[in-house]
């Protein structure tokens, strides 16, 4: 592929790539195009495809009864399986650990529950995954003999598992092009945005600049931006020495701080709003150039007009494709929200009401079942996709990634972050909890009116505020693509004026509930290690039955 293009002849105003775009161009065009080493005799992990199966629909189960968002479930899957390993199962509780059957168990859990696939990825990974598996179990033997509180104790030992997951998450994810994005990303912004002088911040600019893209971008989570950090302040922590992870064993407390004032930096927010536009950005003209490299970069010289063109037909996918998240995210929500919160509240319902004397509504309990799913799925009807407008932006903003005659001239300066004074915090506080009271207390009005029990109001409350909470999760994915800023009204401002409370409890009720989730706790502790030990017996049995019928043929 040349990525020499010659100036056209032509009266179009004709574009040169920059050195990053080209970049880019060549490594998609490597990955697309790159012929696969002749390594077939090399062994490879195999599973039984059938009894894989089993795996895949008891995952599919229990997913659905713990929401979370669809590309955390992988890691998710393989911090529950280290915790299982060493904690539940009390695997690793000798002296003498074999690590490498430990791997080996958690990447074939991972094929048969469908998130790695069956028979491609090679045995040497064993090796590679046993290796961080056993340090993090050396920094968790050495650094929790010190650390003398319980809790916080606990706390680090949580944290350990987290990075473990995410170090192991990160191993299985290697992606050439997605690196090569997140180098151009920060060589970019790391360019272009600034700070004011005399900034207090400008030793964390950086740090900050590449969490966010790792953030937004690469859509990480805080466990996996955690480990990011570890990485930065230990700048070897990937193939750590003894003597590495006895020193970090003996500041964990203090790297855990580090790293919590990194999550928490008052920098953050400016800076993933930056980011966001850059991201989608970048997100487009990946598909642009990965559906064929060679015909958008020759394009450049042959037709000016092709590669806007592309830009918007990609981008109109992109709005398709969230449009069909959302719905996905909104069943997946419903589902969640029934098997996990609304057959515990019904089953409490009756008793409780006959249990105050009260008479069952039919009407109440009607409402509190068919309420929550309504209101979720007005709420996705009415989630609007980006306009023309927001179409043409990001037309401009791949055209300046690309384009040295469109890059950007001037910086992006950050605002100085302020804190509010504390009367001022006290003054909000009291409006915010006057807004809570009116809120909630029009809404109790409301359904006394209509004879809703006291377990009906409460069973009502407790549905909109969960359901208002997760709406707002799955509408981020239709925001993604939201380069343009809505345009706030008078309209708006109420709604987000009364509507914010009952989101906050929502929210609230997510994160305790989550914690006491009766379903998960069934499926974790009782139900999942039996069930994975029968799974590996029927696959050795199919084995054996295969060993027995080549024989006799």
Known sequence: MSLNPTISKKEEIIFTPNE???????????????VLEDDDDAPKIKVSELISRLSFYYEKIRNSVDYKEEYLLRKNAILRNLKRQIIIEGSLKTVNVDVEEL?????????????????????????????????????RSLGLLKIADEKVRDKIDKWIFTLAAAE???????????????????ELLSGNIVLPNGSAYQADREIQI??????????????????????????????????EIKYLADRLEAMKSE???????????QVNKIIKRYAVYFMILNDVVSDDPVGVYESFKDDPKAFPR?????TQKRYHEAKIKLRRAAVRSIIYIFLTKMVLAFILEVPFTLWLGEVLNYNSLAINIIFPPLLLFIIVLFTRMPSEANTQKIVQGVEEIVFKEKERKEPIVLRQPVKRRPG??????????V????????????????QFTFVSIIIFLFFLTLVSFFSLRIRKVAREMYIVEKRENIFSFIIDFFYIPIIEVGKWLNEKFSRINFFVFVLDFIIEAPFKIFVDIAEDWTKYVKERKEEIM
């Not at 990053?20 to 790159?34: D, G, S």
């Not at 094929?111 to 179990?137: D, F, M, Q, T």
């Open 435 to 450: 807004t809570f009271f009116i809120t909630f207390g029009l809404v109790i009005y409301i359904l006394d009116k209509i």
């Open 310 to 314: 592309l830009i918007k037909k990609f």
């Open 20 to 34: 990053n775009a080209k970049k880019l161009f060549q490594v998609i065009y490597h990955e697309k195009n790159k």
């Open 103 to 139: 791997a080996k168990n958690l990447l074939v859990e991972l094929i048969r529950a469908g998130y790695l696939p069956n028979n491609k990825l090679p045995e040497a990974k064993i090796g590679e995954i046993a290796a961080a598996i056993s340090k993090y179990l050396k920094l």
């Open 424 to 433: 001022v915090n006290a003054v909000f506080a009291v409006i915010y909890a």
């Open 210 to 243: 590449y969490l966010g893209i790792h953030r937004i971008f690469m859509k990480f989570d805080n466990d996996m931006l955690e480990l990011l950090l570890v990485k930065y302040y230990s700048a070897n922590w990937s193939k750590a020495s003894e003597q």
């Open 168 to 186: 192991i998450e990160d191993r299985l994810n290697d992606n050439p092009v997605m690196q090569t994005a997140i180098s151009n990303i920060y």
């Open 259 to 269: 790293v919590d004032a990194q999550m928490n930096h008052p920098l953050a927010a």
